[in-house]
């Protein structure tokens, strides 16, 4: 590490934190790959960020950092803001989410927008890179300029030393990962909750065809046959045979015009093809996310994917390819002798057993057991309303102590 670049923005580390924090300036210094399971209150987010953006800062590069939670999007901006130099940021959500219009935006349907204004959003852009702001902030930025909040957030990551964005923003699909490819400056990828980017990758990678009662076109006609056949998997050549028979071209003359063709030939043997003739349905899955995820990481400068449920790591990086990656557990910062579980084996919040008489039940016993806690006491429930339901229960008991629900419209800093 760079001595002269220390941006760990607390006066230490904590128990397993500093571990943690010299393998990740290791790993990223050397353009290695870690895979990391860091439990819950490790202080894994300080961790990435410092480490990756004291080297790409470094080496002139830029660090984007991938989760799949818009509330982690707030800890990274807090995390960022506590760091003893400014880091041009960019907190980047979907068009959708930062359009005024949401999923009715007029340039999504071809129609002219007053605020795709290029002067507007060319100085926008300047300004965000001034100081660190959430998503939020920058939308209400970019309305109060005039100008598009989402066009100008991508304009700004072009100059950002850090952007922060969805998992789809690198991994959504095959232009994605090829954007992220070509970048001309040195990137130092973090992927947080890292455990549900196999699943995240295959899922973006895979696609349905849902045919019409009465399907009309030749390459239509293509699809009822494959689904005539009956419930199965489908052959990888079955396509080519029944285009050859109907007399239509080669499926490389197709990819261009059928979305389904040509990720039926892209994906190759990378995925399984199944027909559902009940459904008028053929879904091709893909079952390779390594393919994927070595593609990204090779042209990475260093990388870091971590999660608080990613035990063993090296599961993960053989799932992911990442056969060159240092694989590590940290220990938990919190002393194992102060955590005492408890089970209750009469109550439970099954859906199909909650009713008056099982939420009266779940009352008293959480009632019971805070009786005697001298501080605060957090209870985490499943939903909002059996939340909302426990808790009323609560005060017509009359619990003693000040009760305080979550609302799903407050954020989680």
């Known amino acids: 590490m760079n001595i002269d670049m220390d941006l760990f923005p607390f006066p230490s580390a904590r128990r397993g934190q500093a571990d943690l924090l010299r393998d990740a300036r290791e790993c990223a210094t050397a353009g290695k790959v870690l895979v990391a399971h860091a439990p819950t209150g490790l202080g894994k987010t300080a961790v990435a960020l410092t480490a990756s953006l004291?080297?790409?800062?470094?080496?002139?590069?830029?660090?984007?950092?991938?989760?799949?939670?818009?509330?982690?999007?707030?800890?990274?901006?807090?995390?960022?803001?506590?760091?003893?130099?400014?880091?041009?940021?960019?907190?980047?959500?979907?068009?959708?989410?930062?359009?005024?219009?949401?999923?009715?935006?007029?340039?999504?349907?071809?129609?002219?927008?007053?605020?795709?204004?290029?002067?507007?959003?060319?100085?926008?852009?300047?300004?965000?890179?001034?100081?660190?702001?959430?998503?939020?902030?920058?939308?209400?930025?970019?309305?109060?300029?005039?100008?598009?909040?989402?066009?100008?957030?991508?304009?700004?990551?072009?100059?950002?030393?850090?952007?922060?964005?969805?998992?789809?923003?690198?991994?959504?699909?095959?232009?994605?990962?090829?954007?992220?490819r070509s970048s001309s400056r040195k990137q130092?990828?973090?992927?947080?909750?890292?455990?549900?980017?196999?699943?995240?990758?295959?899922?973006?990678?895979?696609?349905?065809?849902?045919?019409?009662?009465?399907?009309?076109?030749?390459?239509?006609?293509?699809?009822?046959?494959?689904?005539?056949?009956?419930?199965?998997?489908?052959?990888?050549?079955?396509?080519?045979?029944?285009?050859?028979?109907?007399?239509?071209?080669?499926?490389e003359e197709l990819v261009d015009l059928d979305p389904m063709v040509g990720d039926w030939m892209r994906l190759g043997e990378a995925a399984v093809r199944v027909a559902y003739p009940n459904e008028g349905r053929i879904s091709l899955r893909f079952l390779e996310p390594d393919l994927v995820a070595r593609n990204v990481v090779q042209e990475c400068r260093g990388a870091m994917f971590m999660s608080g449920t990613l035990h063993p790591p090296e599961v993960f990086a053989a799932r992911m390819g990442l056969s060159d990656a240092l694989c590590r557990s940290y220990p938990s910062p919190f002393d194992p002798t102060r955590r005492l579980a408890l089970l209750v084996p009469d109550v439970g919040t099954r859906f199909r057993d909650r009713c008056r008489r099982t939420t009266m039940e779940m009352a008293l016993r959480i009632g019971e057991l805070s009786e005697p806690v001298p501080g605060n006491v957090m209870v985490f429930l499943p939903s909002y309303t059996y939340m909302s339901a426990v808790h009323r229960t609560l005060r017509r008991l009359g619990q003693r102590k000040l009760l305080l629900s979550e609302g799903p419209l407050m954020t989680k800093a």
């Not at 979907?94 to 340039?107: D, I, L, T």
């Not at 990678?205 to 076109?217: A, I, K, M, T, W």
Request: neutral net charge; aromatic residues 4%; proline residues 7%.
């Open 54 to 180: 004291e080297a790409s800062l470094a080496d002139g590069g830029r660090t984007v950092f991938l989760t799949p939670r818009q509330s982690q999007h707030r800890a990274v901006i807090e995390t960022v803001k506590m760091m003893p130099r400014n880091i041009a940021t960019v907190d980047l959500l979907s068009r959708e989410s930062m359009c005024p219009h949401g999923s009715r935006s007029p340039c999504l349907e071809g129609r002219n927008c007053h605020l795709q204004a290029d002067g507007r959003i060319t100085q926008c852009a300047k300004e965000v890179l001034t100081r660190p702001m959430h998503a939020q902030e920058l939308v209400a930025l970019c309305l109060r300029r005039g100008a598009c909040p989402y066009l100008a957030a991508k304009m700004a990551s072009g100059g950002a030393d850090l952007v922060v964005g969805d998992v789809s923003r690198v991994f959504g699909n095959l232009p994605d990962v090829i954007r992220f």
């Open 188 to 251: 130092h990828l973090v992927a947080d909750e890292a455990h549900n980017l196999p699943s995240r990758i295959m899922d973006a990678f895979s696609r349905d065809l849902v045919l019409e009662r009465d399907p009309e076109g030749p390459l239509q006609m293509v699809w009822r046959d494959m689904l005539s056949r009956g419930h199965r998997t489908v052959p990888l050549g079955e396509l080519r045979s029944l285009l050859d028979r109907h007399g239509l071209p080669e499926p």
